[in-house]
Structure formats: C-alpha cells, structure tokens
C-alpha cells in the first residue's frame, strides 16, 4: 500500500514522524481517515483516539485533546495540545 509521511505535534515536541498507511481520528464535521492521495484541507479535531496504520501495517492508537488536522502534498500533520500513545 502507499505510504504518507505524518507528523503529530504537541507543546513537547514532535510525538510522532514517519510515514504511515493511514489515520483516522474524530475531525470537526464527524469521523475521518486520510490515506496517501487525499485532497488537501485542514479542520479541527476532537478529542478522540487515533488510530494510525504505519507503514509495516502494525497499528498504534494514541489519544488526543483535540487539535488541527493540516494534509497537504507534502504530508499530514497534527497539532495537539496533548498526544498520548495508548501502551
């Protein structure tokens, strides 16, 4: 499958940065999930778990106080004011 770089960001630094298969999480118009191609566009996000598929198809699951969602060409990115990985 196609692979996109993410980025997950809080006021720690960077969470997360590496490329990913996919991720979902509770955007402000209800649930979505970006894959490699998506049409860029930016929203807020909820709190919510994440659900990330990185690229060797493992699945991580973090939480997040709600934030921004930026996907661009160049990559997705989310900022948050807190981003725990669930263990």
């Known amino acids: 499958m196609r692979t996109f770089p ?6 720690d630094g960077n969470v ?3 490329d990913v298969i996919s ?6 118009a209800g649930d979505l999930m970006v894959m ?3 049409i860029p566009f930016i929203t807020s996000v909820k709190p919510c778990d994440v659900f990330v598929t ?3 198809g493992e699945e991580r699951i973090g939480h997040t106080d709600g934030g921004i969602l930026s ?3 160049e990559g997705t ?3 948050s004011g807190s981003f725990i990985w669930n263990e």
């Open 6 to 11: 993410l980025t997950v960001s809080s006021p």
């Open 77 to 79: 990115t989310i900022l």
């Open 54 to 56: 990185l690229s060797d």
């Open 36 to 38: 490699a191609g998506h």
């Open 23 to 28: 991720v979902a999480l509770r955007g402000a």
């Open 71 to 73: 996907v661009s060409n």
């Open 16 to 18: 997360f940065s590496g």
